[in-house]
């Protein structure tokens, strides 16, 4: 039986680690081919990052082992020499991008009048204008194509705002902004642009995070969550789940929309 992804390619940014690394797992058991890129070594700001080539070359590794085949880049998606490069590198390799997964994020804290420039900068640069470097090198091929998929990920806080975190609120309320603009530009040649909004995942971000706070992962997901279904987080595989649905023909009408992944906290 064929499967899902048979043939198609996934571009997916920040993709060695957390829920990158998990959505390129999953679309490559579904026989997808896997191109990306993430850091090839460590960035000052957030002080958890622990960025390097081992990571990116453990997944294409594991990623042979399950028969997929890849094209992974080290690159800074704040950089558009990288970002290009690396489209440019996945074009040569597969040919088409079909699904194009802006994940690359950060986080840190601090209130929002003590952050310094620098800071600012940072998170809304890897964050959101990340997601529109990218967009920018690939959107040319999915038109050619006449067809593709972006799934833009936001978080809750890009549907609420976050104490000591308005730098990241801010560059995740920016990812809807260009989701939506995306879908309605792109909609004529059959593109789909949609943004999904986890509650706390467990990955090493929420690892980080609390490391910067001097707490276990559980307390940091139980105080910055509060999901109404009784788990401190998600894992990275429930996010690849939802991703594998969207970017699959079951979701065909979904676009310029918000996929809430919340376990319940945007109720409360
Ligand atoms: N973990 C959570 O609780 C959570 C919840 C909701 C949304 N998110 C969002 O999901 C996305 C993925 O987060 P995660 O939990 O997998 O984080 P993670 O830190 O576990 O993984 C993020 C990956 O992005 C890479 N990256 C960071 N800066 C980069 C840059 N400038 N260029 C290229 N790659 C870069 C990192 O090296 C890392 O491999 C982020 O956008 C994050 O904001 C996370």
Redesign the pocket.
Known sequence: MALEFSGKTVFI?????????AVALAFAEQGANIAG???GEK?SYPAY?R?SKD?LNKLAVDLEQIGAKSALFP????LAEDVKKAVDGAIAAFGTIDVLFN?????AYGLSHELTEQQWDAVLD??LK?AFLTGKYVIPHMIKQKKGVIIN?????GLRGMNRLSH?AAS?WGMIGLTKSWAIELAPYGIRSISI??????????D?LAELEGMSPQEI?ERSASNLLPVP?IE?QD?ADSVLFLASEKAKYVTGSQYVLDAGLMTR
């Open positions: 940014t920040g993709v060695a680690l957390g829920q990158g690394r890129l993430d850091l960035i990052n960025a990571n690159g800074d998606v704040r994940n690359a994020g950060i986080a890897i964050n990340g990920n936001s978080s809750v806080g990241y995740k909004h986890p509650t706390g995942v467990n990955t090493p971000f929420n980080g997901a987080w990275a996010v």
